[in-house]
């Protein structure tokens, strides 16, 4: 297993381009399960997550071809509508093939997905919002099985608006028969991108980017290309480095999916400029203590909480941060502490009292996002960071050691001594 070595406080400058989204290319790729015929996607990340979802489309028989960012998925081939829990068990996106496979052969099976390390995440909107559209959900040996002949048309509101869950049923409806109305639909990009290929696809997707979707039944869909959106989470992370290290460009990414989280760097205190597909950062002299909830979107993102978190420990001051998308999301806390952070947690509230300096730490990932908040932690502190189980950035960020490097960080990967 990889480490990740930093040696901190090399400044940064120059410029990053920002890589394709992976919680857009995911649902993307599913969707491509629902037409016969070859889909091109372009501007894929290379990442253990998309190489999973490329093994799961495969093992429901879809062809793919992956070369440099330009994934193809022929349809034509899938026959095999279920979801291992092998596989599931490792990336919960998984679950999206449940909607697009129920829709084309009438049933599927997926590995109901378990906890995460920050919790239950359950998938009961996806599981009720299937249930509307006329499916029979059964649980067989830790396998959900949705059975319809059709799906037929239905007005459904989500408790929450679930990224997940929105997906999923947006999918589903596609082909149903009649009319789908979905209430308190989720909002982010990556679900407006989902809509937008549906719709090159031959669905009938309205209110594309509100609360509420309409979405006319269409009897097939075809296979399409698109182009995925820059990824806005990894453009954040990278920002956070910036605010604490040196004036760097983010180029191919898109700040208006950025924009409150632009607002918070600029209250604290960073230079932000802005073109149509870039963002240039200057940090600030000393970064401002700022408070931070997270909310869906246009809210500022749970997935850039814990680098906020990493952000604040070294603010002017004291910063209240709550994550109110998921309340158990701060498995970055204890190993920032680790650093010399003085983050203190209660309930789903970090109160983090700024200090003037990191010292670089042995420190563990436990998941994606507070994976990305010890890199930046450790680009930041004095003396040398090992970040252990890098598996779990690797599932998100697409050579960051090599995009940091490029940067003027000191960052390398090898083996562990053991
Ligand atoms: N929820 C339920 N029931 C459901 C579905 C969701 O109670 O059936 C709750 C969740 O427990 C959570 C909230 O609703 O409290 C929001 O969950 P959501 O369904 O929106 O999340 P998701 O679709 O499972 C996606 C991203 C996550 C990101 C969240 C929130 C993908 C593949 N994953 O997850 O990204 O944190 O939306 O924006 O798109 C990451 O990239 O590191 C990551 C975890």
């Given at each position: 297993?990889?480490?990740?070595?930093?040696e901190?406080?090399?400044p940064?400058?120059?410029?990053?381009?920002?890589?394709?989204?992976?919680?857009?290319?995911?649902?993307?790729?599913?969707?491509?399960?629902?037409?016969e015929?070859?889909?091109?996607?372009?501007?894929?990340?290379?990442?253990?997550?998309?190489r999973?979802?490329?093994r799961?489309?495969?093992?429901?028989?879809?062809?793919?071809t992956?070369?440099?960012?330009?994934?193809?998925?022929?349809?034509?081939?899938?026959?095999?509508?279920?979801?291992?829990?092998?596989?599931?068990?490792?990336?919960?996106?998984?679950?999206?093939?449940?909607?697009?496979?129920?829709?084309r052969?009438?049933?599927?099976?997926?590995?109901?997905?378990g906890?995460?390390?920050?919790?239950?995440?359950?998938?009961?909107?996806?599981?009720?919002?299937?249930?509307?559209?006329?499916?029979?959900?059964?649980?067989?040996?830790?396998?959900?099985?949705?059975?319809?002949?059709?799906?037929?048309?239905?007005?459904?509101?989500?408790?929450?608006?679930?990224?997940?869950?929105t997906?999923?049923i947006?999918?589903?409806?596609?082909?149903?028969d009649?009319?789908?109305v979905?209430?308190?639909?989720?909002?982010?990009?990556?679900i407006?991108?989902?809509?937008?290929?549906?719709n090159?696809?031959?669905?009938?997707?309205?209110?594309?980017?509100t609360?509420?979707?309409?979405?006319?039944?269409?009897?097939?869909?075809?296979?399409?290309?698109?182009?995925?959106?820059?990824?806005?989470?990894?453009?954040?992370?990278?920002?956070?480095?910036?605010?604490?290290?040196?004036?760097?460009?983010?180029?191919?990414?898109?700040?208006k999916h950025?924009?409150?989280?632009?607002?918070?760097?600029?209250?604290?205190?960073?230079?932000?400029?802005?073109?149509?597909?870039?963002?240039?950062?200057?940090?600030?002299?000393?970064?401002?203590?700022?408070?931070?909830?997270?909310?869906?979107?246009?809210?500022?993102?749970?997935?850039?909480?814990?680098?906020?978190?990493?952000?604040?420990?070294l603010?002017?001051?004291?910063?209240?941060?709550?994550?109110?998308?998921?309340?158990?999301?701060?498995?970055?806390?204890?190993?920032?502490?680790?650093?010399?952070?003085?983050?203190k947690?209660?309930?789903?509230?970090a109160?983090?009292?700024?200090?003037?300096?990191?010292?670089g730490?042995?420190?563990?990932?436990?998941?994606?996002?507070?994976?990305?908040?010890?890199?930046?932690?450790?680009?930041?502190?004095?003396?040398?960071?090992?970040?252990?189980?890098?598996?779990h950035?690797?599932?998100?960020?697409?050579?960051?050691?090599?995009?940091?490097?490029?940067l003027?960080?000191?960052?390398?990967?090898?083996?562990?001594?053991?």
């Open positions: 297993m990889d480490n990740i070595f930093i901190g406080q090399n940064l400058s120059g410029s990053v381009k920002i890589s394709g989204a992976k919680n857009a290319v995911l649902p993307i790729m599913t969707a491509a399960l629902m037409a015929g070859k889909s091109v996607i372009t501007r894929v990340p290379n990442l253990r997550d998309t999973t979802m490329i799961l489309m495969e093992i429901v028989g879809a062809t793919c992956f070369e440099d960012d330009k994934l193809i998925i022929d349809g034509s081939t899938v026959n095999n509508p279920e979801a291992p829990y092998d596989l599931v068990k490792t990336m919960r996106a998984s679950f999206y093939v449940l909607g697009p496979l129920l829709a052969f009438g049933m599927v099976k997926v590995s109901l997905p906890g995460c390390a920050w919790g239950p995440r359950p998938v009961d909107f996806h599981l009720k919002g299937l249930e509307k559209l006329g499916a029979k959900i059964t649980l067989e040996s830790g396998y959900i099985l949705a059975e319809a002949d059709r799906l037929k048309g239905t007005e459904l509101s989500f408790e929450f608006p679930s990224v997940g869950a997906g999923n947006a999918m589903a409806a596609a082909t149903a009649g009319t789908t979905i209430d308190n639909a989720a909002c982010e990009p990556e407006v991108q989902l809509c937008e290929y549906l090159l696809m031959g669905a009938s997707i309205h209110g594309i980017g609360p509420k979707l309409i979405i006319d039944g269409v009897d097939k869909l075809h296979s399409a290309n698109i182009e995925v959106i820059p990824d806005r989470i990894e453009a954040g992370t990278f920002l956070t480095a910036g605010a604490l290290l040196g004036e760097i460009t983010l180029e191919d990414v898109n700040p950025l924009d409150t989280v632009l607002l918070k760097l600029k209250e604290a205190g960073c230079g932000i400029t802005t073109t149509k597909s870039s963002i240039t950062i200057s940090p600030a002299d000393s970064i401002q203590a700022v408070d931070m909830t997270t909310a869906v979107y246009p809210g500022f993102p749970t997935d850039l909480q814990a680098q906020w978190v990493a952000l604040m420990t603010a002017n001051g004291s910063s209240v941060i709550t994550d109110t998308v998921y309340h158990d999301r701060f498995s970055h806390v204890p190993e920032l502490n680790r650093f010399g952070a003085n983050i947690l209660e309930n789903n509230t109160f983090v009292r700024g200090i003037d300096e990191l010292i730490a042995p420190v563990m990932s436990t998941d994606i996002r507070a994976s990305a908040s010890l890199i930046v932690a450790g680009l930041a502190a004095k003396g040398q960071t090992v970040v252990s189980r890098v598996y950035i690797d599932r998100g960020y697409e050579k960051i050691e090599e995009k940091f490097r490029s003027g960080a000191n960052i390398w990967r090898k083996n562990p001594v053991t």
